[in-house]
């Protein structure tokens, strides 16, 4: 059975840090393709970031520079690192997972993924 649980969030002021983990298991996560999403009360699911099984790397505009997502094979764990965060950074935010080699594009869409995370809410206010 695959779950996906995640750990970490909270409320932070801007300029902080925060990590988001998501600890994945009944699947191999060196062979997996996950993504990070964040969503806000009446919009969809927005991409942050996503790492492809291949090891490499993608990020939305507003996030690139700012938070790094990477992976520990070993603990089957996936991390969300979020540095000098923002107010326009509250949401909830999710891990999922892609099956499968992905095209670019396919790790964008949040209809694409086949598992979820349960969901963590961050709040960045002052």
């Known amino acids: 059975q695959v779950q996906l649980v995640q750990s970490g969030g909270g409320l932070a002021q801007p300029g902080d840090s925060l990590r988001l983990s998501c600890a994945a298991s009944?699947?191999?996560?060196?062979?997996?393709?996950v993504g990070w999403f964040r969503q806000t009360p009446g919009k969809e699911r927005e991409f942050v970031a996503a790492i492809r099984a291949t090891g490499s790397t993608h990020y939305t505009d507003s996030t690139k520079g700012r938070f790094t997502i990477s992976r520990d094979n070993a603990k089957n764990m996936v991390y969300l690192q979020m540095n000098s965060l923002k107010a326009e950074d509250t949401a909830v935010y999710f891990c999922?997972?892609?099956?499968?080699?992905?095209?670019?594009?396919?790790?964008?869409?949040?209809?694409?993924?086949?598992?979820w995370g349960q969901g963590t809410p961050i709040t960045v206010s002052s």
């Open positions: 009944g699947l191999t996560s060196s062979r997996i393709n």
């Open positions: 999922a997972v892609k099956l499968g080699s992905p095209i670019l594009s396919e790790m964008w869409r949040s209809q694409a993924y086949e598992y």
